[in-house]
């Protein structure tokens, strides 16, 4: 007979554990391409609204490790958030290089990809069965080039989210070559008024959102104010919306409900 602790039964309580478990923070590897894995760190929310998957900026490549670890990529914007957006009401899959990709470049020069787009498109699939919810790609810098890109390919994401945007890129495709007339879902560019990277001024933002003229709803949101520190192009000034960071979170969540 199994064992009573308050008239419930060990077994009982070992699955409400596992059920507890199985619901926090972990990490996720899932089938996408022959031979390929596309691993994400997954944070659900306790009733999601919605989910999200992330796309850090740089190189892309978080090497997560078993426990949820990332090996780079700690202070990206998205990466720091995002237990911000699971205590919203949102989960998220903050999403590393593919397990063909684990090493440098990482993701450069894959973000704009079929293959990305086929790991991606796996990803929203396997989010759409768990949460049963709208799946939202939400991209801060780099990672705006791999969420504009797959916004316009087959992945059957319902929204997009495009923060600090890439609009000028000499080494590659910026979003602002992108044929961004063509994304058909909702979209939201978030920018911050005094961003000094030289890949993504904001002057240059508002031309970009006036041709959205695919998506069904958009929205172009300035911030200012915050903390301005380090490397311009990275995540601890203007640039990752440092010190204002609830704010930003609070104003994507709206758009992606419906606020």
Known sequence: MAAVLGGVGLVGILAAVSAAYAQGPRVVDVPTRPGVTQRFLYVPADAPVASAILFAGGHGGLAFDASGKPGWGAGNFLVRTRTMFAERGVSVAVIDAPSDRQAPPWLGGFRQT???????????????????????????????????????????????????????????????????????????VVHHKDDGCVATPWAQVPALVARLTGAPRKAFVTFEGGIDAGDPCEAAGHHGYAGIEPRVVDSIVAFVVGR
Do not use: N
């Open 114 to 188: 079929r293959e990305h787009a086929a790991d991606v498109t796996a990803v929203v699939a396997w989010l759409r069965a768990d949460a049963k919810a709208p799946v939202w790609l939400i991209g801060t810098s780099r990672g705006t080039q791999s969420a504009a890109a797959l916004a316009l390919a087959s992945t059957g994401a319902d929204g997009l989210v495009l923060t600090s945007t890439i609009v000028v890129d000499p080494r590659g495709r910026p979003v602002s070559a992108m044929p961004v007339e063509g994304i058909a879902i909702a979209t939201l």
